[in-house]
Structure formats: structure tokens, C-alpha cells
């Protein structure tokens, strides 16, 4: 792996200089696909790409040694069944698994906070599922530094960290990402993995579709005394689902959707006060808690980009869409775009078409775009059907889940969506 420098991929020197210019910017790489941003998604992506035979250059502007930093900072993910499929093809899974949490059972309820929530009205069990279960849970820099530690190991693969890209040329033979030192990037296809505020997405005109909600994702980890066997809970409050997910050791990770200005105060406040206000909703049904790690912060938003491709790009990730935290799908569906566009331009390469051709870029827009608008639209619903406290919809909720909780078919079939595992999966995805 280049380290951060300038340096070529292989096949450099294939689209030639820039020419018009009186001091060429020296190009940096090139390869068949340059990748913007080098979180979980490009990073996930690059592997994918180089299954199929494919080169490609990451570029980020977070020094190495920072990205692959392993302190525990208290940010966790529900990894589902099918990205963990994908995280062991591509060779990465064995590293996270010594630090990944399965969940056993999810239980979800109904309260307000200070009081004991409601009798639950719905358990998803695991063994309903067979062996492979819902998924694991594991902390975000685990699951970053496996992903960026086989891309160092990974032919193919160039990773310019501490590069950002800060421009970006698209005609009709050739991408070019301008880094912020003025050398470029040269590819066939460029990709936005840039994360939610996509400069990738906005230089090239695409608009988008969504709000903010006036709502914050806290997130912290707590300590605790007593086993928590694997099980999560979500319980829905007024202001938000509050969520303990179980992380290894005598650990969960929460994730306290509160309104925004509550969020603020509570950003302010000491960790006493902050703890204090974690046992009023979480209870006592662990022991006594402790924060293990730093406390975060995200405002909410949804967004979707109105197209996930244009000439010679493609987005990919929270720079394609960018949901509400209440399923924990966010990461699992950057995932399902990266196997599914690798899979659709390495087999566009074999067939010797180009990879940045319009025909083949629709193929990932048909796949991803449809799927991602209803994950969108399901998430946006399921939160204002339950961030309230209007009484008579509190009730109805409760009847409806508690009916549903019953029904095993549907039950099941909620609990296979959430694992990931449906027929329209790339193959990388497919048990
Ligand atoms: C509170 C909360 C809880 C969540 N829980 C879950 C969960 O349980 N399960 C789940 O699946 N998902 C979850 N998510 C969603 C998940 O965090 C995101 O979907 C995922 O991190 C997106 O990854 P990404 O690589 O697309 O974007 P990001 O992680 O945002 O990475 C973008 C990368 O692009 C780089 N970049 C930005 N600008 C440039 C530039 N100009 N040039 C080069 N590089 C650039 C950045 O440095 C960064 O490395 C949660 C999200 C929140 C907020």
C-alpha cells in the first residue's frame, strides 16, 4: 500500500498527462475506479472491486494511524447476517469475529421515561432463525481497522490517506479526482463514499430528497455488573428509541434518540448527570452502571440522493443514502451497494464493456435506488410512528405489534429483513 504519498497504481500512465497546462498537476494514481472517502463502504468497496479483477485508489483525507486508532470509543453496529457473508468472502470477518457480539433475542417496549415500560409487545428470537442467526454486534473501529488492514495487504488496492479530494473532472474517457495538494486521481469510474454531506454528489448536480428530524443519535457504552446473555433492547420513548445493544464483555452500546434540545443540554452536561439520565430510561435490570468511553453526538437526518449515478460516478453508501439509526440498517445497506456495483462493473469488464458507461451504471441505479428509497421511507415511518405520545396511538401501536408479535410467519419474515437476507442479494451477500 502507498503510504499517503504520491505514487502510481498499476496501469499508470494510461490516460497521459493533463494537457492545456503550462506546470502539469503530477498524477498521484491511477486505476479502473478512484474511490472518495475511506470509511467502512470504500473501504469494503476497494475489496470488492479487487475480487473482480479490479484496480482502484481510496482516496481520505484521515491519516492511516488515525483511522486504524483502536481505541474504544463506544460507536457499535448491528452487523447483519448478510454483511457478515460478505465480510468473510472478502477475507476480513476472521479478524472481527474475536470482538463480535451475537445477538440472541431483540425485545422491544413501549414506556416513558422514569416509568417501567409497558409489558413487552414483541421478542425476536434468534433460534427462530436457524444457526446463522440475526447478526453480531461490533464496534466501529474494529470493523475499520479489519477493512483497512486487508486493504494494505490487498494487490490492486491504493490507499492516499490524508488526502481529501477537493474537485472532481468527469468526460467522456476519464474520472479525475483533484486532491488538495493539487495531483490527481485518474480513473474510469469514480465513486462517492463520502458520507452524508457528499461533496462528490453536489459537484456533480445531483439533489436530493429529505429533512432533518429534530432529533440527536447519543451514543455512548456503558459498564455493567450483571450478564447481558446477548439480548438487545429497543424501547421506544416519547422522544425517540432508546436502544442497549449488547457488545462483548459486561458492555452495551447505547444508541438514546433524543429531541435536539434536550440533546444539547444533555451534550453540556457532566457525565454524572448524563449517567443519571441513562438509569431513568435504562433502569436497573443490569446492576449498576459505569460509561465505558466517550460520549457522541449525531444530528438526524434523511437523505437520499434523487439518482446514484451520472457520467463516470456512481454513489455508494450514506453518500447515496443517508437513513434514520432505528434499525441499524444504514451501514448493512453501504455494504449491499458495494458488493452490488462491484459485481455490476466486474462483470460489465469481462463482458469488455467500459465500466463508466451510462448502460452499466443504470444496471446499479435499477438495483440499489428502488430498494434504498423503501428502507428510507420504512425507517421515516416506523420513527414517527413511534417518537410520540399521543395515548391513543400509544395504545394502537402496542395492539398492532403485540398481534403482529404473534403472527410466526410475518414475525419471521421481519426478522429474516433485518438479518439481510432476501433473494435480490449480490452474490457476495448470498449464504
Ligand atoms: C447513531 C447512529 C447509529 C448507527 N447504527 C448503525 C447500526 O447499528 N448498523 C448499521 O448498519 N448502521 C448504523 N448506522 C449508520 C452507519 O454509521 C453509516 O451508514 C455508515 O457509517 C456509513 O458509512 P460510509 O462509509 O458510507 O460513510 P462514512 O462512515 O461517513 O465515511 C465517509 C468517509 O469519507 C471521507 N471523506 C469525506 N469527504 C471526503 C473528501 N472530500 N475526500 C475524500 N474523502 C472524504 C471521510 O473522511 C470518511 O472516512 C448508525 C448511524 C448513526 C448516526
Redesign the pocket.
Known amino acids: 500500500m502507498m503510504d499517503g504519498a504520491l505514487s502510481s497504481a498499476p496501469g499508470a500512465g494510461r490516460f497521459g498527462q493533463a494537457k492545456n497546462s503550462e506546470q502539469p498537476s503530477p498524477i498521484a494514481a491511477e486505476a479502473d475506479v478512484a474511490i472518495?472517502?475511506?470509511?467502512?463502504?470504500?473501504?469494503?468497496l476497494a475489496l470488492c472491486l479487487a475480487r473482480q479483477g479490479l484496480t482502484s485508489v481510496i482516496?481520505?483525507?484521515?491519516p492511516l494511524e488515525a483511522?486504524m486508532a483502536m481505541d474504544f470509543d463506544g460507536?457499535?453496529?448491528?452487523?447483519?447476517l448478510a454483511?457478515r457473508r460478505m465480510l468473510r468472502k472478502l477475507g476480513v470477518w476472521e479478524a472481527i469475529i474475536p470482538n463480535a457480539q451475537p445477538i440472541e433475542d431483540i425485545l422491544v417496549s413501549d414506556g416513558r421515561v422514569g416509568e417501567r415500560a409497558a409489558p413487552l409487545f414483541l421478542h425476536f428470537d434468534r433460534r427462530e432463525l436457524g444457526p446463522d442467526g440475526f447478526g453480531h454486534?461490533v464496534e466501529?473501529h474494529i470493523i475499520r481497522a479489519a477493512l483497512l488492514n486487508k486493504v494494505a495487504h490487498t494487490p490492486g488496492v491504493i490507499h492516499l490517506h490524508g488526502?481529501?479530494?477537493?474537485a472532481s473532472r468527469r468526460d467522456p474517457y476519464c474520472a479525475t479526482?483533484i486532491?488538495?495538494n493539487g495531483a490527481l486521481v485518474k480513473a474510469r469510474l469514480l465513486v462517492g463514499?463520502?458520507?452524508?454531506?457528499?461533496?462528490?454528489a453536489v459537484e456533480a448536480g445531483i439533489d436530493r430528497a429529505g429533512w432533518r428530524y429534530d432529533q440527536v443519535?447519543?451514543?455512548c457504552a456503558v459498564r455493567h455488573e450483571k450478564p447481558h446473555r446477548g439480548v438487545a433492547h429497543e424501547l421506544f420513548l416519547p422522544s425517540g428509541p432508546f436502544?442497549i445493544?449488547p457488545l462483548t464483555g459486561e458492555r452495551c452500546s447505547l444508541?438514546w434518540?433524543e429531541r435536539a434540545e434536550m440533546a444539547e443540554s444533555l451534550r453540556n452536561a457532566s457525565d454524572e448527570v448524563y449517567l443519571g439520565e441513562i438509569r431513568r430510561r435504562f433502569g436497573d435490570f443490569l446492576g449498576p452502571l459505569t460509561l465505558a468511553g466517550k460520549r457522541?453526538a449525531?444530528p438526524?437526518n434523511l437523505t437520499v440522493a434523487q439518482s446514484f449515478v451520472a457520467s463516470r460516478l456512481a454513489l455508494?453508501?450514506?453518500?447515496?443514502r443517508?437513513?434514520h439509526?432505528i434499525?441499524?440498517?444504514?451501514?448493512?445497506?453501504?455494504?449491499r451497494?458495494a458488493a452490488a456495483l462491484a459485481e455490476v462493473v466486474g462483470r460489465a469488464a469481462r463482458l469488455g464493456e467500459d465500466i463508466g458507461a451510462p448502460t452499466v451504471l443504470e444496471r446499479y441505479e435499477q438495483w440499489r435506488r428502488p430498494d434504498s428509497v423503501m428502507i428510507a421511507t420504512a425507517t421515516d415511518g416506523l420513527n414517527r410512528l413511534f417518537s410520540n405520545d399521543f395515548e391513543p396511538l400509544r395504545w394502537a401501536r402496542r395492539i398492532g405489534l403485540a398481534a403482529f408479535g404473534n403472527m410466526g410467519p410475518l414475525r419471521r419474515t421481519a426478522m429474516r429483513f433485518a438479518a439481510g437476507d432476501r433473494s435480490d442479494l449480490p452474490s457476495l451477500m448470498r449464504g
Do not use: E, F, H
Open positions: 472518495v472517502g475511506g470509511g467502512a463502504v470504500g473501504a469494503a482516496c481520505d483525507p484521515v483511522s460507536r457499535a453496529y448491528a452487523v447483519a454483511t454486534m466501529d488526502k481529501a479530494v477537493v479526482a486532491l488538495d463514499c463520502d458520507g452524508r454531506g457528499s461533496r462528490i443519535g447519543l451514543v436502544a445493544l444508541v434518540t457522541w449525531y438526524l455508494a453508501g450514506d453518500s447515496a443517508g437513513i439509526p434499525a441499524g440498517q444504514g451501514m448493512n445497506y453501504g455494504m451497494d
